[in-house]
């Protein structure tokens, strides 16, 4: 008895909270950098869960870890130690250069875990006074869905109706050093930002923006916060997206790829300072640092290194983006891209983003709109040369139509 998309879409639509907007396609199977719908159509897959599936769909050896580790043990709490916590810890600081490592699971969680530990930092280490601690965020900002982050969400969508909100952020533009040293006050403990904003369309700020940011940051003994839940572990063609601006943060936060896109696992790291801050009962939760999560985790960050997928996500990221940028079609505005987080915006007058994305769907490819006239475009990083030519044929035809 199989159900029919348009079964599986009603039943959704009936049962579920209507919070998203999905391409009418449902998908069951997916290996490498294909997925397959009900009816087995195959289609290269252009989102990678907005990068948490790196590694490619499946990966066998991540799988092999998780199947292993759950026969074994999955959930002990942090009540007890378990034998996947110590060396989680030790390869995820050596692979980043970190030296303290906090598990969480969501990257929203992440994120909340940093606030919490950059405000201890702040009254405990830096002297803030208690209650006055100041965090620096951008406009357009995607950090996650919880209450503490929507609320400094610069996005109507996001924040309407849901507040009231906590205090204690201020918001400035991204990519313009002047307006973060302007902003900082004796009271600012940080400044939360990501790399390149990827919600936002692939925002890439100027050269030597982060230069800058990270010379304000460290005279003012603010703690520089880098946001690498989507930039993070081999997306931009560099394991840490800040490596392609030199610099190194204070706190780093990823999620996503973490697990290969098997479990929910993210991590803040961190200098010894700021999580050293953190006492026994001051922060937790339940399922952080499991030994199922750590086992997944360290092989997804195994596989990355060991297949050279961080190599090949900068080698066949600049394949896409020339191939992009050759595209001659007067419907688009503007091709961005650093490895494979790139972006094709449209002009306004060419129609929105998601029709393109669902003509896209018709050739067997999966992209997202975001932002109305961005399509976005961030394939595993296991894809090759022949995947990359075979998506930019399809992304020509495409873009070469009109459905304004
Ligand atoms: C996805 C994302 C988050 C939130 O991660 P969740 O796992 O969805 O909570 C935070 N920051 C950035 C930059 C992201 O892309």
């Known amino acids: 008895m199989s159900a029919s998309v348009t079964d599986f879409v009603a039943t959704e639509a009936r049962f579920g909270a209507h919070n998203y907007e999905p391409i009418g396609v449902v998908l069951s199977r997916g290996e490498g950098v294909w997925v397959w719908d009900t009816e087995d159509n195959r289609y290269l897959d252009c989102l990678s ?24 043990l999955t959930l002990t709490s942090r009540a007890f130690h378990n034998d996947q916590l110590a060396p989680f810890y030790e390869e995820i600081a050596a692979l ?3 030296h303290k490592v906090l598990p969480m699971n969501s990257g929203a969680e992440a994120v909340e875990s940093a606030i919490k530990s950059v405000r201890k930092w702040g009254y405990e280490v830096k002297g803030v006074p208690d209650g006055q601690a100041e965090i620096i ?7 996650g869905r919880t209450l503490g982050i929507v ?19 201020r918001i400035i533009p991204f990519g313009d050093a002047a307006a973060l040293e302007a902003a900082i006050t004796p009271n600012t403990v940080a400044f939360l930002v990501e790399p390149i904003q990827g919600e936002a369309g692939v925002i890439i700020p100027p050269s030597g923006y982060f230069t800058e940011v990270r010379e304000l940051c460290t005279a003012n003994n603010v703690m520089l916060v880098l946001d ?10 560099k394991l840490l997206a800040e490596q392609h601006e030199g610099i190194e943060a204070d706190v ?48 997804a960050m195994r596989v990355l290194v060991d297949e050279g997928m961080i190599e090949n996500a900068a080698r066949q990221g600049a394949r896409f983006l020339d191939g992009l940028r050759d595209i001659r079609a007067n419907t688009i505005r503007e091709v961005r891209g650093r490895g494979l987080m790139l972006a094709v915006e449209l002009h306004p007058e060419a129609g929105r983003a998601r029709r393109y994305c669902e003509a896209l769907q018709g050739k067997g490819i999966l992209a997202k709109d975001t932002h109305e006239h961005t399509i ?3 394939p595993p990083l296991v894809i090759t040369t022949d995947h990359v030519d075979w998506a930019l044929e399809r992304f020509a035809a495409i873009l070469t139509q009109d459905f304004s």
């Open 151 to 169: 609320g400094f969400s610069t996005d109507p969508g996001t924040r309407t109706h849901f507040g009231p909100f906590a205090p204690g952020f």
């Open 376 to 378: 976005r475009i961030a």
């Open 252 to 299: 780093t936060l990823l999620g996503k790829a973490l697990s290969g896109g098997f479990y929910p696992v993210s991590a803040v790291l961190s200098n010894n300072d700021v999580l050293g801050t953190l006492r026994p009962g001051q922060h937790g939760s339940t399922f952080g640092g499991n030994p199922l999560a750590c086992a997944v985790a360290r092989a």
């Open 137 to 143: 965020v951008c406009a357009n900002n995607f950090h």
């Open 96 to 98: 980043t250069g970190s």
């Open 49 to 72: 869960a907005y990068s948490a599936v790196n590694q490619g769909h499946c990966h066998p050896k991540i799988l092999a870890a998780m199947v292993e580790q759950a026969h074994r």
């Open 228 to 237: 690498e839940i989507q930039t993070g572990l081999g997306r931009t063609g």
